[in-house]
Every structure is written in C-alpha cells, then in structure tokens.
C-alpha cells in the first residue's frame, strides 16, 4: 500500500508536500478543495474527523494530522535526510520556530485574513479582524526575522523548520505583504531548492518561480 498525502496547493500543506519529495518518498497525492468543503465530507471526515489538511495516510493505513506531527514523523522516520538537526538545542530551536509558525503567523495571523468570517460573523467588524491578523504577522515575522541573523535556515541548514517557515513567506509574496530583510533572504534561498521548485511547479504556482 503506498502512503496517501491529502493535500490542497498552495495551502499549509504545500510545507508537508516538500518534506516528503526532501526525503524521496513515493506516496500518492490527494487533492482536497477547501472552498467546496471537501474536508468536512464523509469520505474525508474517517480520514481526518478535524476537518483539517494535511492528513498523511501510512502504509499500515495509519492516519497522521497536524502539520507539525507529519512534519516530526517525516524526520525520526528518515534521520538520514536530517530533517532534525542533530544537536539537542538546536532541535529544540527547530520545534520552538515551526510551533510559533504553524501556531501563530498560521492560526492567529494568516487566518484572519484567509477566513475573516470565522473571527467574525459581522461583516462590520471584518476589517479590523484582517487588520489585527496584519499586526500579528508583522510582529511575528520580525521575531523570526532575528532568529534568522547569521543564518542561511532557522539552525544552519535545511529541517522542518524551514518548510513550515516558507509556506507562510509564500503566502506574505502571493498577498504583497512584504517580508523582513532575514525571512526575505531565506525564502528566495528555498525557492532554489530542487525539491521546493518541484513542489511549486507541480502544485501550479510555477510562476514564482521565475
């Protein structure tokens, strides 16, 4: 049985997408669309009863959820690919930075300007909730911004860290909000990897890579 990513481009799961080519795994691709609620349909739901992408379905028939769950599972199950970096500190460095991005810029920032409605039903109120999503991905991006002075990945080189970090610098490009000096650096960086430039090209965003 082959493993089954359940995936929407462009989305949180794009990180996950580039984990699994980083590590050379075959695995078949489902596509869930969230705009046609996809995610809350039964087939899904004994997937994934969150309502959540990505889900990761093993060769046992397994189901993993959580973007930082995969994420960790991906690197204890291929070290070889040091996805984790070796060294205690820095690993907890790596989980600290993927934590706050998943948990902050992605849940509490991004996500008010992606589904304003959930924040608030009013449409009155919609502006200001996008506006306070603003502030919070400014103030957390210039976190991560000085944990990326003097380097090239969040501790040194490429882990699961970095995957996590990039799907939301996607998402500030597509959008026109402009990323920190650091964070800027790092995501041009990303886009020259091959398995990142497959990734984008596969999930029909190609042209950024240009």
Known sequence: MTMTFY????SCSTGIHILLEECGLIFEASIVNLLAGDQYKADYAAINPKGSIPALVLNDGTALTEFSAIAWWLARSYPKRKLLPEDLKDEVQALSVMNYVVHTLHTQGFARIFTTERFAPSRSDHESV????????DKAFAIVNRELVGRQYVVGHFTIADAALFYVEF????IGIPLPANCQAHYRRMLTRPAVRQVLAEEGYASVLR
């Open 7 to 10: 995936m929407t481009p462009g």
């Open 130 to 137: 996008k506006a306070q999503g603003r502030q919070i991905i």
């Open 171 to 174: 998402w500030a490009d597509r």
